[in-house]
């Protein structure tokens, strides 16, 4: 057993996911053939992307990143990493150029690191390579473009991951990788410390610790919580008490900063108390998901053959892929995929990919329907099989712009 | 008379019959009617007098969910209860008996079970002569089983207690007789029709913008529109469209309406692989319903038991022939049908497999079937029903004034 040497680092590596879908309209079998407007909802209706990005921004965004700014500002040492979807970037370039000039001011702090995608935030990788090379390479574009930055390291949407993942991302020339820290894959392992993954030599793997992160993204305003009211002070008097740790990984949705836990709960003063209670400890920092892979060697090499991914009790795909309509909708789709690319019609193959995005098969979940839990909190529609025909219906209308364009379909 | 629903408040062909057939038979000399109904609304109807049955006290009624769930009743002094179908069709009861003491009538109509404890009310406080119009039974509308015992005891009571029994169909009245043994002499049948004045022609454009634009790339579309429900044997036409589409890909199945099977019957199609050929559209009213059939080109009524199956005409009016299950009434009336039976998925799959590929066969068919449509009258409807409403009444008549010499 190793022991860290005097006045070794030991890092929070504080992760945040930020994204929004474009969700579909209640669009019926009428409107196929008729109206290809699958994302614009009526302003007051529930589906409405461009009133849903407004309100996060109010509650989420803007309020967030003004204290991260302050922050970053006060605390050198104080590091975030972000993930951007490209479709929550439009969204923003839209509906709140606020909201978009405050994330690239936190970006020109120099202590935020953007971390790669897909564009669209979609499964692609698990039914088209090439297409989902292509969202990567939008997203990067997208990123250089408007925060000037070239992402190193790369996370798959849902923090889906396999080994053949880990090797794509090593061979595309990423030095690292997020996965979920999942107990079956990682045994006896402790998420806190810097891995490789199986078959592949210079990429290195950073596993969230799911506990920690959970007890913010999560549990935080959890009343019932037996270490409710969470303060900065005790979160990190834990963190303290792992003497052999190296890197914390906290990975979680930006939202819940504000949206899904309010500002009510005292998320933003854990938030503002968060750095100095930390770095009030000699040696400990913060770093972004680059920084830690530079500066800690890997411990062991971590071996993940089934896909893992971050969401519910199974951490697989299930939540998205797991029942025959999730599947039907989405193989459906991506059968599209030659006849639309071929096209060159870049309306068609954008308003396709936007259907790829994972969150539409997410609403399409039956596993809680009737429970009426975190997925229904988070779907703009009354059941799954709503969410199925709006989707199928957009499918339908897709075929139809194919056909007009004299594709046999 | 005593009904459940009128347009356009109606879930379905009960409500058709019941509008379609009051307006025959006030065409009639010496007809007056009135239609009680167990809710408030403005039918804009002139030719004969509707009334809300409410109980007393109550200011409003609040459906919550679909038609065959439960109802909050709002009273005026505030307070509130909530009553599933039973509790309704005994609130119903109530209010018709109340409502009677204040009326002079000479004959008591009541359809379908719902208003048959209404009418056994109204029968004993007037000693008219109550007819039971049976549009189903408890055994049609459970697909095949026995159905809800509270049920089935109304009606078996009603049954005895009736003047009379009008069936919709043979079929209906071959099981009013083995359900619940009443004799056939008892049992009158009257084919429901359709008023084809009523019905509001097809415009040149079609709202299924996008499968016209499918069958003008050579795909067929298969309509199905009703409740979706046990009774209509919906499972058996997707298994059957699956077995369809393996051999013609290029079909599409509209099913049109909801009900307590539609999320069932969308998770089946996707299990079956065959969603992209299965286009749900929920309830339709208006245009979007007539050019359900409009679109088709084979109508397809699979029903477990259908007591009549007033679609099926509605969807000769619109241009579709029809295959219907053998358990269906509507057959009786129209002859140039398709017929399988409810349960054989392999031979639905057959016949709509032969209708989708050759257009000489649904052509022809809906040819003759519109031919036997046109004859089809509620005329013929209603004087069959006021030749049993004067026999009654005189029997009644009879009967009061042998009473009274003794």
């Given at each position: 057993?190793?022991?860290?040497?005097?006045?070794?680092?030991?890092?929070?590596?504080?992760?945040?996911?930020?994204?929004?879908?474009?969700?579909?309209?209640?669009?019926?079998?009428?409107?196929?053939?008729?109206?290809?407007?699958?994302?614009?909802?009526?302003?007051?209706?529930?589906?409405?992307?461009?009133?849903?990005?407004?309100?996060?921004?109010?509650?989420?965004?803007?309020?967030?990143?003004?204290?991260?700014?302050?922050?970053?500002?006060?605390?050198?040492?104080?590091?975030?990493?972000?993930?951007?979807?490209?479709?929550?970037?439009?969204?923003?370039?839209?509906?709140?150029?606020?909201?978009?000039?405050?994330?690239?001011?936190?970006?020109?702090?120099?202590?935020?690191?953007?971390?790669?995608?897909?564009?669209?935030?979609?499964?692609?990788?698990?039914?088209?390579?090439?297409?989902?090379?292509?969202?990567?390479?939008?997203?990067?574009?997208?990123?250089?473009?408007?925060?000037?930055?070239?992402?190193?390291?790369?996370?798959?949407?849902?923090?889906?991951?396999?080994?053949?993942?880990?090797?794509?991302?090593?061979?595309?020339?990423?030095?690292?990788?997020?996965?979920?820290?999942?107990?079956?894959?990682?045994?006896?392992?402790?998420?806190?410390?810097?891995?490789?993954?199986?078959?592949?030599?210079?990429?290195?793997?950073?596993?969230?610790?799911?506990?920690?992160?959970?007890?913010?993204?999560?549990?935080?305003?959890?009343?019932?919580?037996?270490?409710?009211?969470?303060?900065?002070?005790?979160?990190?008097?834990?963190?303290?008490?792992?003497?052999?740790?190296?890197?914390?990984?906290?990975?979680?949705?930006?939202?819940?900063?504000?949206?899904?836990?309010?500002?009510?709960?005292?998320?933003?003063?854990?938030?503002?108390?968060?750095?100095?209670?930390?770095?009030?400890?000699?040696?400990?920092?913060?770093?972004?998901?680059?920084?830690?892979?530079?500066?800690?060697?890997?411990?062991?090499?971590?071996?993940?053959?089934?896909?893992?991914?971050?969401?519910?009790?199974?951490?697989?795909?299930?939540?998205?892929?797991?029942?025959?309509?999730?599947?039907?909708?989405?193989?459906?789709?991506?059968?599209?995929?030659?006849?639309?690319?071929?096209?060159?019609?870049?309306?068609?193959?954008?308003?396709?990919?936007?259907?790829?995005?994972?969150?539409?098969?997410?609403?399409?979940?039956?596993?809680?329907?009737?429970?009426?839990?975190?997925?229904?909190?988070?779907?703009?529609?009354?059941?799954?099989?709503?969410?199925?025909?709006?989707?199928?219906?957009?499918?339908?209308?897709?075929?139809?712009?194919?056909?007009?364009?004299?594709?046999?379909? | 008379m005593l009904g459940w629903e009128l347009p356009p408040y109606n879930s379905g062909g009960l409500g058709v019959a019941c509008y379609q057939l009051c307006k025959a038979l006030t065409k009639k000399?010496?007809v007056d009617i009135e239609f009680m109904l167990p809710y408030e609304a403005d039918h804009q109807i002139d030719f004969m007098k509707v009334t809300a049955a409410?109980?007393?006290?109550?200011?409003?009624?609040?459906?919550?969910?679909?038609v065959?769930?439960?109802?909050?009743?709002?009273?005026?002094?505030?307070?509130?209860?909530?009553?599933?179908?039973?509790?309704?069709q005994?609130?119903f009861?109530?209010?018709v008996?109340?409502?009677?003491?204040?009326?002079?009538f000479?004959i008591i109509h009541a359809h379908d079970w719902l208003t048959f404890?209404a009418g056994?009310?109204a029968?004993?406080?007037?000693?008219?002569?109550l007819i039971l119009h049976v549009h189903s039974i408890?055994?049609?509308?459970?697909?095949?089983?026995?159905?809800?015992?509270?049920?089935?005891?109304?009606?078996?009571?009603?049954?005895?207690?009736?003047?009379?029994i009008v069936a919709v169909s043979?079929?209906t009245?071959?099981?009013?007789?083995?359900?619940?043994?009443?004799?056939?002499?008892?049992?009158?049948?009257v084919h429901n029709s359709i008023d084809?004045?009523l019905m509001?022609?097809?415009?040149?454009?079609?709202?299924?913008?996008?499968?016209?634009?499918?069958?003008?790339?050579?795909?067929?579309?298969?309509?199905?529109?009703?409740r979706?429900?046990?009774?209509?044997?919906?499972?058996?036409?997707?298994?059957?469209?699956?077995?369809?589409?393996?051999?013609?890909?290029?079909?599409?199945?509209?099913?049109?309406?909801?009900?307590?099977?539609?999320?069932?019957?969308?998770?089946?199609?996707?299990?079956?692989?065959?969603?992209?050929?299965?286009?749900?559209?929920?309830?339709?009213?208006?245009?979007?319903?007539?050019?359900?059939?409009?679109?088709?080109?084979?109508?397809?009524?699979?029903?477990?038991?259908?007591p009549y199956g007033l679609t099926?005409l509605e969807?000769?009016?619109?241009?579709?022939?029809?295959?219907?299950?053998?358990?269906?009434g509507?057959?009786?009336?129209?002859?140039?049908?398709?017929?399988?039976?409810?349960?054989?998925?392999?031979?639905?799959?057959?016949?709509?497999?032969?209708?989708?590929?050759?257009?000489?066969?649904?052509?022809?068919?809906?040819?003759?079937?519109?031919?036997?449509?046109?004859?089809l009258s509620w005329n013929d409807a209603a004087?069959k029903l006021i030749?049993l409403y004067?026999?009654?009444?005189?029997?009644?008549?009879?009967?009061?004034?042998?009473?009274?010499?003794?």
């Amino acid at each position: 057993m190793t022991t860290p040497a005097a006045g070794a680092k030991k890092a929070i590596v504080l992760y945040l996911h930020v994204h929004q879908p474009y969700r579909i309209r209640h669009y019926t079998i009428f409107d196929a053939g008729q109206n290809h407007d699958y994302f614009d909802a009526a302003y007051d209706s529930r589906e409405s992307n461009e009133r849903i990005l407004q309100k996060v921004a109010e509650s989420s965004y803007l309020p967030t990143n003004a204290r991260l700014l302050e922050l970053l500002n006060k605390n050198p040492q104080f590091k975030v990493s972000m993930s951007i979807t490209g479709t929550v970037l439009e969204q923003l370039e839209k509906w709140s150029p606020a909201a978009l000039q405050s994330f690239k001011d936190i970006v020109a702090t120099g202590q935020v690191e953007i971390v790669a995608e897909t564009y669209h935030h979609s499964l692609a990788f698990f039914y088209s390579r090439a297409e989902f090379e292509m969202q990567v390479r939008m997203h990067r574009e997208k990123v250089q473009q408007l925060f000037g930055q070239t992402p190193q390291v790369f996370r798959n949407t849902e923090l889906a991951y396999n080994n053949d993942l880990a090797y794509w991302a090593d061979k595309a020339g990423y030095k690292g990788i997020l996965a979920e820290g999942w107990d079956k894959v990682l045994d006896w392992r402790s998420p806190n410390f810097v891995y490789r993954p199986t078959y592949t030599n210079n990429i290195r793997l950073l596993m969230k610790n799911y506990r920690l992160s959970d007890d913010i993204a999560f549990r935080f305003g959890n009343q019932d919580w037996e270490q409710w009211p969470l303060t900065a002070d005790k979160f990190t008097s834990w963190l303290n008490a792992e003497p052999e740790a190296t890197n914390f990984n906290l990975f979680m949705d930006y939202e819940t900063f504000g949206e899904h836990q309010w500002d009510e709960s005292g998320i933003f003063k854990f938030l503002e108390y968060l750095p100095q209670e930390w770095l009030r400890t000699p040696g400990n920092t913060f770093m972004t998901v680059s920084e830690a892979i530079d500066s800690f060697d890997a411990r062991d090499e971590i071996n993940v053959p089934d896909t893992i991914t971050w969401a519910d009790t199974e951490r697989d795909l299930s939540a998205w892929l797991g029942n025959a309509m999730q599947q039907e909708s989405i193989h459906a789709l991506y059968s599209l995929q030659g006849r639309i690319i071929a096209t060159n019609d870049l309306a068609l193959i954008e308003d396709w990919r936007r259907l790829q995005t994972s969150d539409h098969f997410y609403y399409m979940c039956t596993k809680w329907f009737n429970d009426g839990d975190i997925h229904a909190y988070f779907s703009p529609y009354a059941t799954p099989y709503e969410a199925f025909i709006n989707f199928m219906n957009s499918y339908h209308d897709l075929t139809f712009r194919l056909r007009e364009q004299g594709v046999t379909v | 008379m005593l009904g459940w629903e009128l347009p356009p408040y109606n879930s379905g062909g009960l409500g058709v019959a019941c509008y379609q057939l009051c307006k025959a038979l006030t065409k009639k000399s010496d007809v007056d009617i009135e239609f009680m109904l167990p809710y408030e609304a403005d039918h804009q109807i002139d030719f004969m007098k509707v009334t809300a049955a409410l109980p007393q006290g109550v200011e409003t009624i609040i459906e919550a969910g679909g038609v065959y769930d439960s109802h909050k009743y709002v009273y005026q002094d505030g307070h509130e209860e909530w009553h599933d179908i039973v509790g309704q069709q005994q609130m119903f009861e109530r209010s018709v008996g109340r409502l009677v003491e204040s009326r002079e009538f000479d004959i008591i109509h009541a359809h379908d079970w719902l208003t048959f404890r209404a009418g056994l009310r109204a029968k004993a406080h007037s000693g008219c002569p109550l007819i039971l119009h049976v549009h189903s039974i408890e055994r049609d509308r459970a697909g095949g089983g026995d159905g809800n015992p509270l049920v089935r005891e109304i009606e078996a009571l009603a049954f005895l207690m009736a003047d009379h029994i009008v069936a919709v169909s043979a079929h209906t009245k071959r099981m009013i007789m083995q359900d619940y043994d009443i004799p056939g002499d008892k049992i009158e049948v009257v084919h429901n029709s359709i008023d084809r004045d009523l019905m509001i022609p097809l415009d040149d454009h079609n709202v299924y913008h996008y499968l016209e634009s499918l069958k003008a790339d050579g795909w067929r579309v298969v309509t199905n529109v009703g409740r979706m429900t046990v009774q209509k044997g919906l499972f058996n036409l997707l298994h059957a469209a699956c077995e369809v589409i393996y051999r013609q890909p290029k079909t599409i199945f509209l099913l049109v309406g909801s009900g307590e099977q539609y999320h069932e019957l969308i998770a089946l199609s996707a299990e079956l692989g065959i969603s992209k050929n299965v286009v749900f559209t929920g309830f339709q009213r208006g245009k979007n319903w007539r050019d359900s059939f409009g679109i088709a080109d084979l109508f397809v009524m699979p029903s477990i038991s259908e007591p009549y199956g007033l679609t099926v005409l509605e969807a000769i009016e619109y241009g579709a022939p029809a295959l219907i299950s053998k358990q269906s009434g509507v057959g009786e009336a129209i002859r140039n049908c398709l017929r399988v039976d409810s349960w054989d998925v392999a031979d639905m799959a057959n016949q709509i497999t032969a209708a989708v590929r050759d257009r000489s066969l649904t052509e022809e068919l809906h040819h003759n079937a519109f031919q036997e449509l046109k004859q089809l009258s509620w005329n013929d409807a209603a004087d069959k029903l006021i030749h049993l409403y004067n026999h009654h009444t005189a029997t009644a008549a009879s009967r009061r004034l042998a009473g009274a010499a003794a």
